[in-house]
Every structure is written in structure tokens, then in C-alpha cells.
């Protein structure tokens, strides 16, 4: 019996999506919610699973079309037996398992160039890496078949093509098409900076109290909280949530000529991840305590880098906070995610010498910028939620005692 294959059901804010990867070829036998195709949208990357054992009879819909909610994409015929390839899971079983024990080993290997180096019978310790980070890549592990194949007719055509890539005056292009992660954050940002009166207003905090505090309960702090480690994310989350208490505008969005006045803190803390920025949210922050926050965002990172991060991670938020600090940025001025009206950047901590009482102290300063839409934020509301934000960083007992 042959099952009908559908994309997901696609949320109001997702209009469609665009085949990623299929990780099954046509006439391939496949097992009850063995993943078969990733389908990308604007946000996440969707994955859909085999509904029965069977073997994918049908691909409707390729790697780079286009597809809507709940569209056909494949067929799968239920119960039914991969004809000639029937042994060849077994031999391939042996090759599998080392590939699968060494991922720990290669985490820079995306799944789809290692699932190629496995059919290929490429070790992919040999790939090399053209992505963010030294990622290897799908396109990566084409090039090496392609390169294996040409090797294979020629042993001593490969030697002889590596000078050519290092020869003195090669300018090399690769042309690859934009995600629709990164095409949509682009449309996004574009639309901001030209929507909005935006501005940006900055000042200092010194980080050595929480640095003090930081170094001496860290270790306390993860013993009583199941390896959740101590950052200054939730210290900068925690003083946010009450800086917004008290500058409502600041958590406020504008909805055509309505101002709606959030009354909960819905906190995005944007992530770096292999597809480009995402922004998953903490809903209700105000209610979280160090140790709810610290791992909710590593639980988010973990998310990030599997790309298994949903939508409804990512949807809503009130207040966004980016640390690009942890790429030695010193100062920004970060671009306010619509439909909020103001963002805050974090940035490196660097010591400097600072005026304390009369004498120079060299201490660990960092800079915070807030950039905030003008059509509903005054600078007097951006400059007092800042220095709101300095003065319960720079004393800690006041986040707890609520001063």
C-alpha cells in the first residue's frame, strides 16, 4: 500500500519551505520514523520520518523545490522490500558503526557530508572543510567524490591538481544559493532599519562584582544544580527582566497606530548557530531563577548546533539581549528585531583604567548599547533602563532584595 509523504503543517507566520537534504533515495528500503527529508524554512529546519517500514517508492518533490503546508512530497510503499540492495545493509553495517562512534571525535562534519563520505567510502577525516568554522559541508563532500572518481580513472591526475589550487594569482569563486534562514534574516534587518526611527544609546558596567560573585559560588552553583554552570548570561537576563518592570515602553511593540504594553518577559537571546543567527526566547523570564535560565540557554545551544531548534522555540518574544562579546566585539550598535522595539548588545569585557574615588583602578569594564525605536521610546527611557541595567549589575544584592 503506497502512504503519501506531506511537508509539516506549516505555522500562520510560515508561508513554505524548501527541501533541504533527502537522506533516502527512491527504490531504498526505510524503517518506521527513520528520517527521510529535511525541509528548511525561514526559521527551522523540519524533519520528516518514514510513517512504516517500507521502501521510498516516489520522490515528488526535490532537493531545492519549493513546497507548502501539508504538500505531497514523496511516497512510500508500505511493507514492501529494497530488491537488488537487500544485502547490501549488511555490508555497509560495518562501515557505519565507526563513522557513528567517531562523531564525538569529527563535530565539525554536517549530517549530510558525512551520510555522502558513508556511500562513497570516504573517510571523512580526509574531507576538508570550506564552511563557518572549518565546517565540512555538503558541497565538501561532493567535491571529494567527484575528486575520488577522477582519481580513480586517472592515479596521477590527483597529485598534480594540488599546486594549481595554491599557484600564485588564483582567484577562486564559489557561488552558493542563500539560505532562506539567512535570506529572510537579511529582509528582516533591511526592513527594520528602514521602518523604524532607530537609535542607539550606550554606557559601562563593571563587571567585577559579578565576576567576584561568579568565582566564588561557580563551583556551588553547579554542584547544587546538576552541572548547570554559572555565566553572566543570567545575570544581564535577570537585571533586563527588572529594568523592563520599570520601563514598560522598552518591553512594548507597535502594532499599526496601537502601542501594545507586554505584561510578561518574553527574553530572545540570539544564538550562533552553523545557518546563521537564530533568536530562541526564555517565555516568562521574570519567573526564572539563575539556574532555569543558565540551562535553558545551553539547552538552546545544544539546539542550535544539531539544528534541532523548533519554531515555537523562536516565536514571540518582547526583549531581545545579543552578546557579541563572545566574538571579542568591544562596541555594535545591534539592529532591533521587529516586531520589538529596542535590543541590547553585550560585548567584551576588557580591563581599563577607570576614576574611583579620586584614583585610577584598572577594572573589567564592558559596554552595553541599547538600540531602540524612537517612534515609541524617548531617550529618557533608554538611558534610564540602561543605567538600570548598570546599577543592579554592578551590585547583584539588588536583583535579590528588589532595590
Known amino acids: 500500500m503506497a502512504i503519501e509523504i506531506k511537508a509539516p503543517t506549516f505555522p500562520e507566520s510560515v508561508a513554505d519551505g524548501t527541501v533541504a537534504t533527502w ?13 527521510l527529508v529535511d525541509i528548511e524554512t525561514d526559521k527551522v529546519v523540519l524533519e520528516v520520518v518514514a510513517p ?24 512510500v510503499e508500505e511493507g514492501a522490500t529494497a530488491a537488488a540492495p537487500a544485502a547490501q545493509p549488511a555490508a555497509s553495517a560495518p562501515a557505519a558503526a565507526p ?20 556511500e562513497n567510502g570516504i573517510d571523512p577525516a580526509t574531507l576538508v572543510g570550506t564552511g563557518k568554522g572549518g565546517r565540512v559541508t555538503k558541497e565538501d563532500a ?27 594569482g588564483d582567484r577562486t569563486e564559489k557561488r552558493v544559493p542563500m539560505t532562506r534562514l539567512r535570506a529572510k534574516v537579511a529582509e528582516r534587518l533591511v526592513e527594520a532599519q528602514s521602518s523604524m526611527a532607530m537609535l542607539t544609546t550606550f554606557n559601562e558596567v563593571n563587571m567585577k562584582p559579578i565576576m ?39 518591553n512594548a511593540s507597535i502594532d499599526g497606530n496601537d502601542i501594545v504594553y507586554h505584561g510578561y518577559q518574553d527574553i530572545g537571546v540570539a544564538v550562533s548557530s552553523d545557518r546563521g ?8 523570564a521574570e519567573f526564572m531563577s539563575l539556574a532555569e535560565v543558565e540551562g535553558t540557554i545551553a539547552e538552546f545551544g545544544k539546539k542550535a548546533k544539531a539544528g534541532k531548534l523548533t519554531l515555537e522555540d523562536m516565536q514571540g518574544g518582547t526583549f531581545t539581549i545579543s552578546n557579541g562579546g563572545v566574538f571579542g566585539s568591544l562596541l555594535s550598535t545591534p539592529i532591533v528585531n521587529p516586531p520589538q522595539t529596542a535590543i541590547l548588545g553585550m ?23 541599547l538600540s531602540y525605536d524612537h517612534r515609541l521610546i524617548d531617550g529618557k527611557e533608554a538611558v ?8 543592579l549589575l554592578e551590585d547583584p544584592a539588588r536583583l535579590l532584595l528588589d532595590i
Open 23 to 35: 537522506h533516502k533515495k527512491p527504490g531504498e528500503a526505510v524503517k518506521r520514523d527513520e528520517l
Open 52 to 75: 512504516a517500514d517500507g521502501v521510498l517508492a516516489e520522490v515528488i518533490k526535490n532537493e531545492g523545490d519549493t513546497v507548502l503546508s501539508e504538500e505531497v512530497i514523496a511516497r
Open 99 to 118: 563513522a557513528a562512534a567517531g562523531s564525538d571525535e569529527d563535530p565539525i562534519l554536517a549530517p549530510a557530508a558525512r551520510k555522502i563520505a558513508e
Open 142 to 168: 561532493v567535491a571529494a567524490v567527484e575528486a575520488k572518481k577522477s582519481g580513480a580513472a586517472a592515479p596521477a591526475a590527483k597529485p598534480a591538481a594540488a599546486p594549481v589550487v595554491t599557484a600564485a
Open 212 to 250: 567576584d560573585l561568579r568565582a566564588k559560588y561557580k563551583d556551588l552553583f553547579e554542584k547544587k544544580h546538576n552541572g548547570v554552570r554559572l555565566g553572566f548570561m543570567s545575570f544581564f537576563v535577570k537585571a533586563a527582566t527588572e529594568a523592563l518592570k520599570r520601563q514598560p515602553g522598552v
Open 277 to 284: 543567527l537564530v533568536v530562541p526566547v526564555l517565555r516568562n
Open 347 to 369: 560585548h567584551k569585557i576588557q580591563e581599563r583604567p577607570m576614576a574611583v574615588n579620586g584614583q585610577v583602578v584598572i577594572l573589567p569594564m564592558m559596554y552595553l548599547a
Open 384 to 391: 534610564t533602563f540602561l543605567v538600570t541595567m548598570k546599577d
